[in-house]
């Protein structure tokens, strides 16, 4: 051991507009192509022209040790409180509940790129290299 | 008893079943390897596959099983009495529920994510498919004829829950292209949404919609005319893509789940309601016996086949970790069971203040069955108004919520018909069928259409709660064939599968029994529609039980391990992303 404070694990959160969503649940969890229901996953194309994907994979190649989540923008159940929290713990409980649940409530914007809790910007308009980027920017703010 | 009281016991038992019976499951029957690379990162692709934390996971898989199906059926069930009914949801979740949707998790996880239809294909033999797709193609024409019954009856009884629900959808559509638009975050619009949906109730109140008038003039029932029109609308909407309405109001009904379930509990704690139905009801001659035909009317709610579809599904793709398989399938099965218990809650304690009130709610199974939602809805109407909520406006608020499930369920159930009827025709080689979405759509809309106009007020010679049983059938059924499957990889990893076979031997058992049971009354009723759908289905549930048997026989004999993938090494090289070095 240096002394040296260990660097905290980053969660960075990307929130997946519901406008992406693709076949139904079910046993149509798959492939819909021409109507027909069919198991596997998209072209290889659409995976690698997907915004989310490519942030995703941005972050998690270049920063192995970041926990990267997906998240649907409608899963309010875990963005809200997660967000809460964070946002609370980030700064040391000195954000106010109102602050904190502003924050939580901003976190259901879709595209979102959230660095702990802390939204940096949106994933369309940063694309891969700019989210990459804001969440280093991130996770340096954090760490001095 | 207070009703309170019960919901704490039963709270306390699912705790125990998660706590030990899932990790007996999770270490000594599917064999949870921790150092497993899952599809999620064998497969890695940011879109697809995602390791996803399980509570993220958990949150998806909830909300994509839970629905308005584990409130009919035990809100019927308490005809037998609330012991009964409360036994099975809480036994069928705990041994059966949790065995089935952790297990079909398991078991995709084990085959790449894909889903049980094509796991029956390759783990039980190449029929297994198509049986898979025709139990899947009843289940869904009787979870659509169900549900627009359902919803018929309550326009009819609360004819104030119309304009809300009708309101509902154009809202919901606004709201998605609000959001989509502006790029606002969603939680605000939608709870506005939702306020927006309660005023209208106000409204609904005092322009009730009724179409009486319009059903005389052509000699039907009103209940008939709302089921067409909602056929219709659901022709439309299963057209539209799903990011225009359904996801949406999806995601409105979200709000609208956690409101309902924090109106009963918190109902239940203020009112103090006691349970005024009998533990066991002594039921009039005549009547089904609770053996079998209990355990197919809770199917959802102590069991559901339709689990291991979402399961397999999507939710499979997403498992960061093997071990996540107990969070997220044990635990949406409790988080069912207790929707069920709501329910049952709701059906003895909040419909009726004495037990006269409630034997005049429930003289007999056909009134039973026909009145069990409206039951529900005037129960959680009860509930509310505990907290300060006038009944009338409570129980319109219950209704609209009940609808607002069910519409949702019924766009679903269409658009997966759908796609059923075109993949059946494209095994069937009716290319003609496969590739026209009109036809396929016309076909998933009329023929739950038929099965929906049949019910009667006792002219028709049967009841809603006949139908809703053969739903109940085909829904274990389906769990029985993904129970079947579980059974089979279980056998041929080497591990003791009684606890994956005897829920397994009990739901055929139960269905098999209530279908040779229903049969015989619909032949000597001269049901001629019944009788043969009746049969066609217990002879998939033969089928299912011989390949079943053929492909256990086959396991033990020869004990191949399942298909997997690798296990990771210690520095994680093995979950390195497939498209990582892509941009």
Excluded at chain 1, 44 to 68: I, K, N, S, T
Excluded at chain 1, 75 to 103: D, I
Excluded at chain 2, 239 to 256: E, F, G, M
Excluded at chain 2, 377 to 382: L, P
């Amino acid at each position: 051991m240096d002394g040296a404070a260990a660097p905290t694990v980053t969660r960075v959160v990307l929130v997946r507009p519901w406008t992406d969503g693709r076949a139904g649940g079910g046993c149509c969890g798959g492939e819909v192509r021409d109507g027909v229901c069919r198991d596997g996953t998209h072209p290889v194309e659409e995976l690698l022209a997907d915004p989310v994907g490519q942030a995703w994979r941005a972050v998690r190649r270049e920063l192995p040790d970041a926990d990267v989540q997906v998240v649907d923008v409608a899963n309010t159940a875990y963005l809200l409180p997660t967000t809460f929290r964070a946002v609370r713990r980030r700064s040391g409980e000195r954000a106010g509940v109102l602050a904190s649940l502003r924050a939580a409530a901003r976190a259901t914007t879709a595209g979102s790129v959230l660095v702990d809790g802390q939204w940096v910007g949106d994933v369309a308009e940063l694309g891969p290299d700019g989210v990459l980027a804001a969440v280093r920017r991130a996770r340096a703010a954090v760490n001095t | 008893m207070p009703a309170i009281v019960i919901a704490a016991v039963c709270g306390v038992l699912f705790f125990a079943g998660y706590k030990w019976y899932s990790a007996y499951l999770q270490k000594s029957v599917y064999g949870v390897d921790p150092a497993f690379v899952t599809p999620a990162h064998q497969y890695a692709d940011g879109v697809d596959f995602v390791p996803t934390n399980k509570h993220v996971v958990f949150g998806h898989h909830f909300t994509s099983v839970a629905g308005a199906a584990p409130i009919v059926g035990p809100a019927i069930a308490v005809f037998w009495g609330w012991g009964p009914a409360l036994v099975w949801i809480v036994v069928g979740t705990i041994f059966a529920a949790g065995v089935h949707d952790m297990g079909s998790l398991a078991v995709s996880v084990r085959h790449g994510a894909k889903n049980i239809g094509t796991i029956a294909h390759d783990v039980i033999s190449t029929r297994a498919r198509t049986l898979f797709l025709l139990i899947i193609f009843f289940l869904l024409t009787l979870v659509n004829a169900v549900f627009a019954v359902v919803i018929g009856n309550l326009f009819v009884a609360n004819p104030g829950a119309v304009i809300p629900i009708v309101v509902e959808i154009p809202l919901a559509i606004f709201i998605g292209q609000y959001i989509y638009r502006t790029k606002s975050a969603a939680l605000v619009p939608s709870l506005i949404g939702v306020v927006g949906l309660y005023l209208l109730i106000w409204v609904g109140q005092k322009v009730p919609i009724e179409l009486t008038g319009l059903a005389d003039a052509i000699g039907v029932e009103p209940r008939n005319v709302w089921v067409v029109l909602l056929f219709a609308y659901t022709f439309v909407a299963a057209r539209l893509p799903v990011w225009l309405l359904l996801q949406p109001r999806d995601y409105i009904n979200s709000h609208q789940l956690f409101i309902a379930l924090a109106v009963i509990g918190l109902g239940m704690l203020v009112g103090w309601n006691t349970v005024v139905a009998p533990a066991v009801n002594d039921v009039p001659d005549g009547s089904p016996s609770m053996f079998p035909f209990l355990f197919i009317t809770i199917a959802c709610g102590a069991i559901s086949g339709f689990h291991s579809l979402v399961s397999s599904g999507t939710t499979a793709k997403q498992i960061d970790k093997e071990q996540d398989v107990r969070h997220v399938g044990y635990l949406g099965a409790v988080g069912e069971g207790s929707l069920a218990v709501g329910a049952v809650l709701a059906a003895t304690a909040g419909v009726a203040a004495t037990r006269a009130d409630w034997d005049e709610l429930y003289p007999d199974f056909a009134t039973a069955s026909g009145g069990a939602v409206g039951n529900f809805v005037n129960g959680v109407g009860e509930f509310a108004t505990n907290l300060g909520i006038p009944l009338d406006l409570a129980v319109i608020f219950a209704a609209v919520v009940v609808i607002s499930f069910a519409a949702t369920t019924m766009d679903t159930g269409v658009r997966l018909q759908r796609y059923i009827v075109q993949e059946i025709a494209e095994i069937a080689g009716w290319t003609r069928l496969a590739r026209n979405l009109t036809l396929a759509s016309i076909i998933a809309v009329v023929v739950p259409l038929a099965m929906a106009m049949l019910p009667g007020g006792g002219e028709a010679g049967y009841t809603f709660g006949v139908l809703w049983q053969l739903f109940g059938t085909t829904n274990q059924l389906t769990a029985g064939l993904a129970l079947a499957v579980v059974a089979v990889w279980v056998t041929q990893r080497r591990r003791n599968p009684i606890s994956v076979l005897i829920p397994l031997v009990f739901l055929l058992a139960m269905t098999a029994w209530a279908l040779v049971v229903n049969l015989k009354n619909f032949v000597e009723a001269d049901q001629w529609v019944l009788a043969p759908l009746d049969l066609i289905i217990f002879v998939l549930a033969i089928w299912l039980v011989v390949e079943a048997a053929l492909a256990l026989r086959k396991s033990w004999g020869s004990g191949a391990p399942g298909v997997g993938g690798t296990p990771s090494d210690d520095s994680g090289t093995a979950r390195e992303p497939d498209y990582s070095d892509r941009t």
